[in-house]
C-alpha cells in the first residue's frame, strides 16, 4: 500500500516540475532583473542562475555570467550548455544581447552576483581574460563536472575580487576548485 502511494506521490512530483517538457516552445523571455543597456550606462556584471530544465530543476541550477562595459548598447553572456557539445559545438559560448536576464526554459533567472560601475569595469577585462583561459571550453559533463555551473565558479576562483559565492544547488561548481 505505502509502495504505490510513494510512486503515485513520486510520479505526481515529477510531471509537475517538468511541466515544461518540451524546450522549444518553454519561456525565453527577459525576466526583467537587469539594468537596461539603454538607462544603465556604467559598466554592469550580472551572475544568475536559474532552475535547471525539466526535472532536474528539483535539484539544480543553469548558472551564467553577462557583462557590460561602460556606454555598451548590449552585454555579452558567458555560458556552458552541453548540447553544443552533443552537436560538436564548444559547450562555452559568449554571445551579445540587450536581455541578458532571460528565462532558462521556463525557469526565472535570479540574480546570483550585481557589481555595477568603475568596480565593475576593472573586473570585465580580468573576467573576459579568465574565460579565454577557461580549461574545459569544449567539455561537458552533467556530473560531476564539468558544467555549467563548474565556469562561473571557476571565473570566480581565477577572479577573487568577484566574491562570488554560488547557490548551494550549483551542482558541479565544486568541480572548479
Known amino acids: ?13 515529477l510531471s509537475a516540475c517538468s511541466s515544461n517538457s518540451d524546450w522549444r516552445t518553454a519561456s525565453r523571455e527577459p525576466a526583467g532583473i537587469a539594468p537596461s543597456p539603454t ?15 525539466s526535472w532536474r530543476g528539483w535539484f539544480a541550477v543553469h548558472t ?3 557583462t557590460k562595459e561602460a556606454n555598451a548598447d548590449e552585454y555579452t553572456v558567458h555560458e556552458v550548455v552541453g548540447w553544443r557539445v552533443e552537436r560538436g559545438q564548444p559547450a562555452l559560448y559568449s ?5 541578458p536576464d532571460r528565462y ?16 565593475a569595469q576593472q573586473l570585465i577585462p580580468k573576467i573576459e581574460s579568465a574565460i579565454q583561459r577557461y580549461p574545459w571550453a569544449n567539455e561537458y559533463t552533467l556530473f560531476p563536472g564539468p558544467n555549467s555551473n563548474t565556469f562561473p565558479a571557476w ?10 559565492d554560488m547557490p548551494f544547488r550549483a551542482i558541479g561548481s565544486g568541480y572548479a576548485d
Do not use: N
Not at 95 to 99: D, E, L, P, Q
Open 155 to 164: 571565473v570566480g576562483l581565477q577572479v577573487p575580487e568577484l566574491e562570488l
Open 104 to 119: 532558462w526554459y521556463g525557469s526565472k533567472p535570479e540574480k546570483i552576483q550585481s557589481i555595477v560601475g568603475e568596480e
Open 95 to 99: 554571445y551579445r544581447t540587450t536581455t
Open 1 to 13: 500500500m505505502y509502495k504505490g502511494l510513494i510512486l503515485a506521490v513520486a510520479a505526481a512530483l
Open 64 to 66: 551564467w555570467i553577462a
Open 39 to 53: 538607462t544603465e550606462k556604467r559598466a554592469v556584471i550580472e551572475v544568475y542562475g536559474a532552475d535547471a530544465f
